[in-house]
C-alpha cells in the first residue's frame, strides 16, 4: 500500500490543490470492471461505486466477513462518494447472522446537541429558511459512523477498525477517477462549497469541479482515516478530531467576502462523549411466506415498508395502483407517528400489525384517494372495514421537508451466508456544504431531517440529544430462517417507495432483480401528486390517471431520476446474484468473489 508522507494540516490542504491531475488509467488485466449484475459463488457485493464494490472484495477475499466488508466499502464511499458518506454522518446497518439465523440492527444515527429544543430550526415562530439550514453549522448532527463502524466490527466483525480502513487510506491515497456524477454532484454544489475556505480547497481545485477522468485525491483523508485507526473511535469522540469537528461547527471556515448567512450549531464536546450507535431489535412482518426484516426507529424505513407490505397483502389484488395507495396510507402514518423511540411513544406493534393493516387497507378502492389521506389509529382495537374517512387535514405544521437524492446504500455477503444492508447518509447531498479543515471529509447536515415546526403532535420535532426521523431502508427478506434477498436505496423519503416498489416488482409483478431495480419507480408520499420517473409516466400513467392519479416528475438532481438501489438475491446452493443500477447516478457495481 502506498504510505503517504505525514506533512501538517496546511500544507496537506495545499497539496490537493496542486496536485495535477492525472488521467484515469485503463484497468489491468481481469481486473474487476464495472458491471450492474453479477452472479457467482463465495461471497458478493453491490455498492453505487467500483472502488467501494472493490475494497469489499478485498477485504472478503483475504477471509473478512460481510461486516468486515461493509465498513471497508463504507469507508471507502467516504472516499468517492464524499456528498453522500462519510466518517462525520451516520446510518443503519441490517445484519443477518447466518449461524444463528437471526437479523440484527445497528443504529448509526446523528443525535441533536443537547442544547437542541423544539424550537431551534424556528425563528420568530416560523420555520428557519430551509437553504439556510442546509448549508449551516446549526444542522450537523453529532457523527454517528464511526460509533457504528467500530460496535458493527467488535460485535460481529473479524478485523480491526484499523484493517478495515485501509482499502479506503489506499483510494483516499492513490486517488479515484473522476466520473460525470462525481463530476456534476460537486458542480451542483459549487456555488456553497466556495464560501468555505476548506471545502473550496478540497473540491473547487483551481476554482472548478475537477474534470471528467482526471484522478481525485483526497490525502487529507487519507491521513485522517490512518489516525482514526491508529488512534480508534475515541480519537473522534473524545479527542483531538473530536476538537476539530466541534470548532468547526461553531465557526465554519467562512471564505472572506461571502455574503452567504451561515448559522453556527450548537454543538459540544460532551455531546461527542454522549453519543453511543445503538443495537434495535429490528422490524419485522411477514409477507407471503416470507420474514422481511428492516430498520426500526429512529428510521421510519422499516415501519413503513412493513405497513405497505401488510397492505398489500390484505388486498385480493396488487398492481401499481394499489402499490401508490399503501404507500399513500403508510405515509400519513410514518408522519404522524414514527419518531425517535428513545423520546417519542412509537406505536410500532400496532403499525406492523395485520389488523391494522386490514383496517387500512380496506380504505383503498378503485380510484384513487383523495389527498392527503388521514393517519389511522393504531391502538390495537380494529375494525376491517370501519367506515372512517380516508381523507382528512394533516396535523398542523406536518409537511415534507425537500428532499432529495442524497444517502447511498450497499450490500454484502459473504461464503459463510452473513448478510448486510446498510444505508449511510451525510443527508443533502454535500452535506452541510463544510470540510473540516486539513481532515478531508464533509460535515452532515442529518440535523434538517427533523420537523422545523411550529408543528402540533408531531413526532419529529428537535430536541436534546434526539435522532431526527430517517427513511433509510435498509431490509433483509428471509424465508425459513434463510436469506432470500437484501435491498436499499438513497433518496431521502424516496428511499422507502424504491425499496417498496422493488419488493411489490420483484414478488407481486414477477420481476427479477435486476428488472425490478431498472423498471422505471414513482413514488407516492401522501402527497397530491405521485412523483416519478418519466419512463414510468409514459409507460403506467394514463392508465393510473384514468384512476385518478396523477403525476408530477420526480425534482432529482438530476431531475427525473428516483433512488439508485443495490440489493442481492440468493439463488440456492451458494449461488449469488448481485445488482446494481444499470443507468442512475451513473449504474452501480455488482462483483462476486467466483464468477
Ligand atoms: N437523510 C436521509 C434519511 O435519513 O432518510
Redesign the pocket.
Known amino acids: 500500500m502506498k504510505r503517504l508522507t505525514v506533512v501538517p494540516i496546511g500544507l496537506a490542504v495545499a497539496v490537493a490543490l496542486v496536485t495535477p491531475p492525472a488521467v484515469a488509467e485503463t484497468p489491468r488485466w481481469g481486473e474487476p470492471v464495472k458491471r450492474p449484475v453479477a452472479e457467482g459463488y463465495g461471497g458478493a457485493v453491490s455498492t453505487v461505486d467500483l472502488d467501494a464494490s472493490k475494497a469489499a472484495l478485498t477485504v472478503l477475499e483475504q477471509g473478512g466477513n460481510a461486516v468486515d466488508a461493509a465498513v471497508a466499502a463504507a469507508a471507502t464511499l467516504g472516499v468517492t462518494e464524499p456528498y453522500s458518506a462519510g466518517l462525520a454522518g451516520g446510518g443503519f446497518l441490517v445484519y443477518y447472522d447466518a449461524r444463528h439465523r437471526k437479523v440484527h440492527t445497528i443504529d448509526g444515527?446523528e443525535t441533536a446537541p443537547r442544547a437542541m429544543t423544539s424550537t431551534s430550526l424556528q425563528e420568530n415562530g416560523a420555520p428557519i429558511p430551509f437553504d439556510q439550514a442546509v448549508t449551516s453549522g446549526l444542522s450537523v448532527g453529532v457523527p454517528g459512523s464511526v460509533a457504528q463502524w467500530d460496535l458493527a466490527l467488535r460485535r460481529f466483525g473479524t478485523i480491526s477498525l484499523r484493517e478495515a480502513l485501509r482499502p479506503a487510506i489506499e483510494v483516499a491515497s492513490k486517488g479515484f477517477t473522476v466520473d460525470q456524477t462525481f463530476h456534476d454532484q460537486t458542480a451542483q454544489n459549487a456555488d456553497r462549497f466556495k464560501d468555505f475556505t476548506s471545502t473550496a480547497a478540497l473540491f473547487l481545485p483551481g476554482g472548478a469541479p475537477p474534470a471528467v477522468g482526471t484522478v481525485f485525491r483526497n490525502p487529507d483523508l487519507a491521513r485522517t482515516y490512518r489516525d482514526l485507526g491508529l488512534r480508534g473511535a475515541r480519537w473522534l469522540y473524545d479527542g483531538r478530531l473530536g476538537e476539530e469537528i466541534v470548532a468547526t461547527v461553531k465557526r465554519p471556515p467562512v471564505t472572506p467576502g461571502s455574503t452567504r448567512t451561515v448559522r453556527p450549531g450548537l454543538m459540544e464536546r460532551s455531546d461527542l462523549r454522549a453519543y453511543r450507535a445503538v443495537e434495535r431489535p429490528a422490524t419485522r412482518v411477514s409477507y407471503r411466506g416470507m420474514d422481511v426484516y428492516g430498520m426500526a426507529p429512529p428510521?421510519s424505513?422499516g415501519s413503513t415498508v412493513g405497513e405497505a407490505l401488510n397492505i398489500l397483502e390484505a388486498l385480493p389484488t396488487v398492481g401499481l395502483h394499489e402499490y401508490l395507495e399503501a404507500s399513500r396510507l403508510a405515509f400519513a402514518d410514518r408522519n404522524a407517528y414514527v419518531g425517535d423511540p428513545d423520546q417519542v411513544r412509537v406505536p410500532l406493534r400496532e403499525l406492523l400489525s395485520d389488523g391494522f393493516a386490514k383496517e387500512r387497507a380496506c380504505l383503498i378502492g378503485d380510484r384513487a384517494m383523495a389527498h392527503p389521506a388521514a393517519a389511522g389509529v393504531p391502538d390495537g382495537s380494529y375494525d376491517p372495514c370501519p367506515g372512517a374517512p380516508a381523507a382528512g387535514p394533516q396535523p398542523k405544521g406536518v409537511s415534507e421537508q425537500p428532499e432529495g437524492p442524497?444517502?447511498t446504500h450497499l450490500v454484502v455477503a459473504d461464503k459463510w451466508g452473513n448478510v448486510v444492508a446498510y444505508?449511510i447518509?451525510i443527508?443533502q447531498t454535500g452535506g452541510s456544504g463544510i470540510v473540516v479543515p486539513g481532515r478531508g471529509f464533509l460535515l452532515n447536515n442529518?440535523l434538517t431531517?427533523f420537523t422545523f415546526g411550529p408543528a402540533e403532535n408531531d413526532p419529529n420535532l428537535p430536541g436534546p440529544g434526539k435522532r431526527?426521523?430517517?427513511?433509510?431502508a435498509p431490509t433483509i427478506v428471509v424465508k425459513d430462517g434463510r436469506p432470500l434477498l437484501a435491498v436499499g436505496s438513497p433518496g431521502?423519503?424516496s428511499?422507502i417507495t424504491t425499496v417498496l416498489q422493488i419488493l411489490v416488482n420483484r414478488y407481486e409483478l414477477g420481476m427479477r432483480l435486476p428488472e425490478a431495480l431498472a423498471a422505471p419507480r414513482a413514488s407516492q408520499r401522501n402527497a397530491a401528486a405521485t412523483q416519478a420517473e418519466p419512463a414510468f409516466i409514459d409507460a403506467h400513467g394514463p392508465a393510473l390517471t384514468a384512476l385518478g392519479h396523477t403525476f408530477t416528475v420526480a425534482p432529482g438532481p438530476p431531475t427525473g431520476e428516483l433512488g439508485a438501489a443495490t440489493a442481492l438475491e440468493f439463488l440456492g446452493r451458494g449461488r449469488i446474484q448481485a445488482v446494481a443500477e444499470p443507468t442512475r447516478r451513473g449504474g452501480g457495481s455488482a462483483l462476486v468473489v467466483r464468477p
Do not use: F, K, L, V
Not at 431526527?468 to 433509510?472: A, D, E, F, N
Open positions: 444515527r428510521s424505513g442524497e444517502t444505508n447518509t443527508e442529518e431531517d431526527p426521523r430517517s427513511s433509510m431521502g423519503a428511499i
